[in-house]
């Protein structure tokens, strides 16, 4: 099927070369172009055959279509008259076409457009292969959403063939894929990248193209209008604005070999120029000399090309930077949201409100509005919004963008779809959904996420409010690590191990932390012990639980269990003994390591993981745990630390309490 298409998206070549030689241009034959749709609003004025407009904008068609213009680039404008007369136009043929293709578009809808929109000031006609547009208004180096069309009819719904699982994956990946190729045809001087990718069984392929008159954040801009704009149930999909379009299907609807753009400029990566050769070359061995002459003619033809290059300056490249973690729209967000409407709330984390979105591309995701009090300028809250959405892991929930707009400050998460942890385990209803196999399997998984963060991202972030809460999970039950680099975004110093913001949860906070606010690896570490804990039994850290030397928490509750022998009466009864006694003793043999008092005798993360993955090796015996019991004492203490903090938020369920420590 792949070596078809690439025979006939030769074979145009072969035509063109033997008419070349033999014929007149213009004999060449003709295919009509596949007409999609147009656009001229009733509202637009009209004009009268004998009015000026009307010779200005014969004079504008005849240029756009005469043998001069500029097919090598595939983009021309041009403007004719003055004043009230004045009428801007230009055409734009898909990036991949040849020449003769688009000539001959741009020819055909300069005839049709008299016909389509007669009389009109303005028009948009789309084909395939070209779409030509002209107005009374400048209409150059501006951004139109006006006259836009969605094509979403030809394709069957992905769901009808698939499961509700895969369609999602399948739906997040198109998704990505199509935001991945806005960022680099905005970012490259033609405008344009086609994409191919494996997804699941099927093969994926996608283009983006604006005009090339635009800057890169507009273009970028209305790529991701686009694309949101698109319905991504369906096995394909278009989406087009007059100054942008999209599109992805199933099969290959682009010449995959033009997508060499010449060497100077930034092409995005495409494939194949050596597979469709050597395809054609099996395919059709007797005139393989001949396609390949032509193919090699070609390729130099193209290379020698003169291209409308227009490289993006300095600035233009560091916006990018910026807008390249994919920003969104604020009104786009309060659709998704149903103007945060409190149905589609999801909850109330640390650091602002959450909300469930569905973009109009049937994308699902996880919006948070973040309290008005991050202490960071608008650049360096893009700036680490990018850096945080470059960690990608399996076990970390996808930062997908942000929107920074008005005073609103919005991150945007992937959804996942499952709740928390602490909704099962703490839920005696719930918890026999997660049996020992299950939870054995999300220890691990929480346990690979932060070690990605703490080591393999090359980032060293510190998560500091890890807690049940925080841990998601998705369709399949695999931990999902929610609001980590809320500390980069919030511009709290990374680096610096002593903070003046403690941000965390009491319970999970090791001692160091939440008393003299020194944070580390090792304070991610005892949290993760405190999680562990949790997970085996059931039980929330917080709960009082009494013992023959007082009332504990969690963690002194276990060390008493440990030190007696009996830790086994810590698991959770709904597992009905249904679970490994050495892989239950030894979670809670590596949980003691991790909420040891002193921080250095802690294990790191990548122990951790090695500990929890081979069970051969012996394990170190552990020192006594640390705490922070909040005792009244305690409390009070609590308080008076921090008498001189001008922000201190609730104490009730300990979630972001600031503590400003001597
Ligand atoms: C625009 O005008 C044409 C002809 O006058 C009419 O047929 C069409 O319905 C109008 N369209 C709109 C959207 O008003
Ligand atoms: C142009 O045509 C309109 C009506 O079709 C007429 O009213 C007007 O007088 C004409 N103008 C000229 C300059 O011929
Ligand atoms: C445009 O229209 C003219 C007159 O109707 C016709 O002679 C010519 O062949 C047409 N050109 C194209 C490319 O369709
Ligand atoms: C599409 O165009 C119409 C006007 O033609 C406009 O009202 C609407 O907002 C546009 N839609 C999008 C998603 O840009
Ligand atoms: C495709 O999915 C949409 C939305 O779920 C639904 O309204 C439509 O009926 C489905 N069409 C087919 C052909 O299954
Ligand atoms: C855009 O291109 C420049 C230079 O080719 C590159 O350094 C930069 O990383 C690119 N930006 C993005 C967001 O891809």
């Avoid at 008159?213 to 989406?239: A, E, P, V």
């Avoid at 110093?493 to 003046?500: F, S, Y």
């Amino acid at each position: 099927m792949s070596s078809c298409a690439s025979f006939f998206c030769l074979f145009p070549f072969l035509i063109r070369l033997t008419f070349a030689y033999s014929l007149s241009p213009t004999s060449a034959p003709a295919q009509i172009p596949k007409y999609l749709n147009h656009f001229c609003p009733n509202t637009s004025i009209t004009y009268s055959r004998n009015m000026t407009y009307f010779t200005n904008l014969k004079t504008l068609l005849s240029s756009l279509s005469s043998r001069n213009a500029l097919y090598t680039t595939g983009f021309q404008t041009a403007t004719v008259g003055q004043a009230s007369d004045q009428v801007t136009g230009l055409f734009l043929c898909r990036g991949d076409v040849s020449q003769e293709v688009c000539r001959n578009c741009v020819a055909f809808s300069v005839n049709e457009t008299l016909q389509r929109c007669p009389y009109k000031r303005e028009a948009v006609l789309y084909y395939d292969e070209c779409m030509l547009r002209y107005s009374h208004q400048n209409i150059l180096s501006t951004v139109t959403y006006n006259g836009n069309f969605s094509m979403t009819l030809n394709g069957a719904n992905i769901s009808s063939t698939n499961q509700n699982d895969q369609v999602h994956q399948f739906r997040d990946s198109v998704w990505i894929t199509l935001k991945e190729a806005a960022i680099d045809a905005a970012n490259s001087s033609r405008k344009f990248c086609t994409k191919r990718k494996a997804i699941a069984s099927k093969t994926l392929y996608l283009l983006v193209q604006c005009t090339p008159d635009l800057t890169t954040q507009d273009c970028l801009h209305c790529l991701q209008k686009s694309i949101n704009g698109m319905f991504l149930y369906r096995t394909g999909g278009r989406f087009l604005y007059p100054s942008c379009n999209s599109r992805y299907e199933l099969y290959s609807f682009y010449n995959e070999a033009a997508n060499t753009t010449p060497p100077a400029s930034i092409s995005c990566r495409g494939k194949s120029r050596n597979t469709y050769v050597i395809v054609i070359v099996v395919v059709v061995p007797i005139i393989a000399l001949f396609i390949l002459s032509v193919a090699v003619f070609n390729f130099r033809a193209k290379k020698t090309r003169t291209t409308y290059e227009r490289e993006p300056s300095t600035q233009e490249r560091a916006t990018i930077t910026i807008a390249g973690s994919l920003q969104f729209d604020f009104k786009e967000i309060e659709a998704a949201t149903n103007k945060f409407c409190e149905t589609n709330k999801l909850g109330q984390g640390g650091f602002g409100e959450v909300y469930k979105g569905i973009f109009p591309s049937r994308v699902h995701v996880a919006v948070k509005r973040l309290s008005k009090t991050s202490g960071q300028g608008e650049r360096e809250f893009a700036n680490e919004v990018v850096v945080v959405a470059k960690l990608q892991h399996r076990n970390l929930v996808r930062l997908l963008g942000f929107c920074l707009e008005r005073d609103e400050r919005i991150l945007v998460y992937e959804f996942v779809p499952n709740k928390s942890l602490d909704y099962f385990i703490f839920d005696p209803t719930m918890q026999n959904q997660l049996d020992w196999t299950r939870r054995y399997k999300i220890i691990g998984g929480i346990a690979r996420g932060i070690l990605y963060l703490h080591q393999d991202s090359r980032l060293t972030i510190i998560h500091r409010d890890l807690k049940a809460s925080n841990i998601l999970l998705d369709a399949n039950m695999n931990p999902k690590i929610a609001d980590f680099g809320m500390a980069r975004i919030f511009g709290m110093d990374q680096t610096e191990a002593n903070t003046r913001r403690v941000v965390g949860t009491y319970g999970y906070m090791s001692p160091e932390y939440a008393m003299y606010g020194q944070f580390s690896m090792k304070s991610d570490v005892y949290s993760f012990g405190v999680l562990v804990l949790e997970i085996i039994s059931g039980k929330k850290n917080s709960n009082l639980y009494q013992m023959d030397t007082g009332p504990g928490n969690l963690v002194t509750y276990t060390w008493r269990l440990w030190s007696n022998g009996s830790s086994l009466e810590l698991v959770d009864p709904s597992f009905h003994d249904k679970y490994r006694i050495s892989e239950v003793s030894r979670c809670i043999h590596i949980a003691l390591l991790c909420v040891q008092e002193e921080a250095e005798d802690r294990p790191t993360m990548s122990a951790v993981v090695q500990m929890l993955t081979t069970s051969s090796n012996a394990l170190p015996v552990p020192q006594r745990p640390g705490f922070f019991f909040r005792s009244r004492l305690e409390q009070a203490r609590l308080v008076d630390l921090s008498i001189n903090t001008s922000a201190l938020c609730s104490v009730d369920d300990g979630t972001m309490t600031p503590v400003t420590p001597r």
